[in-house]
């Protein structure tokens, strides 16, 4: 396939695997371009028909396409559906069908298998981290605040305390 639709296809779905999710950087090689209906059963070139995607991911799609495979059950299209209405990932990385489309999608490209499970997993993790990064600056900076308050109404107490003794004098 020439660079361009290429190119284009990896930017639209930010270089990763638009059906497990993993990226680019993760396999440590560019991923390759699934036709998602398969030339041999009709589908064209144009980039509506293709989806970046992983080899294994390509391999378990093989040429599979709902009008002439069983069971015949639409294959989600990455980028057309909304995956998010059809499945979505609970907390132990795995991913949980909501729809019987969601379920086929899920079975047919294997996408619990271990080590995605796990690449999710470690996602999440991260996500965590980071978010308790962002909660605990936002806990620095409001202490730092608070001690700049205090500073302030200390070095004023003192300033009267001065004062008041220099009255005395
Ligand atoms: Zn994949």
Known sequence: MADEPRAQVRARFHARCAYCGVHEDAVGATLTI??????SRGGTDEVENLVYC??????????????HDPPHVRLLHPGQDELAQHLRESDDGCFVGLTPEGEFFIQRLRLNRPQIVSYRRAR???????AELVASRRRVEELERS????????????DEIERRSKGRR
């Not at 699934?34 to 030339?39: S, T, V």
């Not at 992983?54 to 009008?67: D, F, L, M």
């Not at 999440?124 to 980071?130: D, G, I, R, S, V």
């Open 34 to 39: 699934d036709h998602h209906r398969p030339r």
């Open 54 to 67: 992983c080899a294994r991911c390509n391999e378990h799609k093989g040429a599979y396409w709902h009008e």
């Open 124 to 130: 999440q993790a991260e996500a965590k981290l980071t």
């Open 147 to 158: 001690m700049f308050d205090l500073r302030s109404a200390l070095e004023s107490t003192a």
